[in-house]
């Protein structure tokens, strides 16, 4: 239940003649006290910052999905259009497609103003890639990005949803073809040039373009960075980041040449986001996701599988 919703059922007592100075009963008090800490703790943040801030937190099985545009409409509901904005955002991930109508709708809201995201732990790859239509990105040495190439889940022979690395499965494509080249009688290289589909390989070339336009639409929008492109495709580069879950720090973004800031972790305004991530991610289960801000708290589960 929101603050909003809260104040009508105050407002309902009050009008049915029940209480001059209706209020919650305990038990609705201590039902949601964990709720109330956590907005006041918002409150309080929004207070030393001087700019609203909307909470994005899942668990690590909830990923990023179309789904989640309700709990963003209900966090954007009472945002300031052109006014600053700081998103706190922690995933894993998920779709795509997904993440970028969520950024394009906090962007719409924000307009000229500035955007600010907030990664207390992490934001990886769909997650980055939302991160980069900020303007800045706040960090701390518990957070991290990580790369952008584009997963995909395909079944096997027997049914198994295997996760299956986009970039990965082109480089292997293109060093066999490189080597039948170099010799056309490789026999290796033609057994496995034979194991990779032609359809498939197709729609991983368009899966590892899009990501790549993508980050560069992010970077021009939001960080309005000039060698987009080369920092589109650093994210996206296997062959340094070598695995999809790999660390992206606050000094690798910053070398890169993202709009980074740095807050020691012993810093009063981070203890801040950080109490208030740990609540946060105490209040929701592993499929979970919660939308917060001081107006509204709402945890929903994920509808992927």
């Known amino acids: 239940m929101s603050e909003e919703e809260d104040s009508k059922t105050a407002g309902i007592a009050a009008s049915s003649g029940t209480s001059s100075t209706p209020a919650k009963t305990p038990m609705f008090e201590a039902t949601h006290a964990a709720r109330y800490l956590r907005q ?14 909307i909470c994005y937190v899942a668990g690590n099985s909830a990923p990023i999905e179309s789904d989640d545009t309700i709990g963003f409409v209900d966090l954007l509901h009472n945002a300031e259009r052109g006014k600053d904005l700081d998103l706190l955002l ?13 950024i394009s709708m906090v962007r719409l809201t924000v307009g000229e103003g500035r955007l600010r995201v907030i990664v207390p732990d992490f934001a990886k790859s769909a997650g980055t ?5 900020a303007n800045r990105i706040l960090m701390s040495d518990s957070s991290e990005l990580g790369p952008i190439d584009p997963q995909i889940t395909l079944a096997d022979d027997h049914g198994n949803l295997i996760q ?64 987009f492109t080369k ?40 203890q801040c986001y950080w109490r208030l991530y740990c609540l946060q991610r105490l209040a929701i289960k592993d499929r979970e996701k919660l939308f917060e801000s001081k107006y509204v708290s709402q945890a929903f589960e994920a509808s992927t599988r």
């Open 40 to 53: 006041a703790l918002i409150k309080e943040i929004e207070k030393r910052s001087g700019c609203a801030l």
């Open 90 to 102: 922690h995933t894993g991930g998920g779709d795509m497609d997904a993440a970028e109508k969520l």
């Open 129 to 133: 890639l939302m991160s980069l239509g």
């Open 164 to 227: 299956h690395s986009v970039q990965s499965y082109l480089d292997a494509y293109e060093g066999h073809s490189q080597a039948l080249q170099n010799d056309p009688n490789d026999v290796s290289a033609k057994i496995m040039l034979n194991k990779l589909d032609p359809a498939t390989l197709k729609l991983y070339e368009a899966a590892r373009a899009r990501a790549h336009r993508f980050a560069e639409e992010q970077l021009q929008r939001g960080m309005k960075i000039a060698n």
């Open 231 to 270: 920092i589109a495709s650093e994210l996206i580069d296997t062959k340094r980041w070598l695995s999809h879950g790999q660390m992206i720090s606050s000094q690798d973004a910053r070398q890169m040449g993202l709009a980074v800031d740095h807050l020691d972790s012993k810093a009063d305004e981070w």
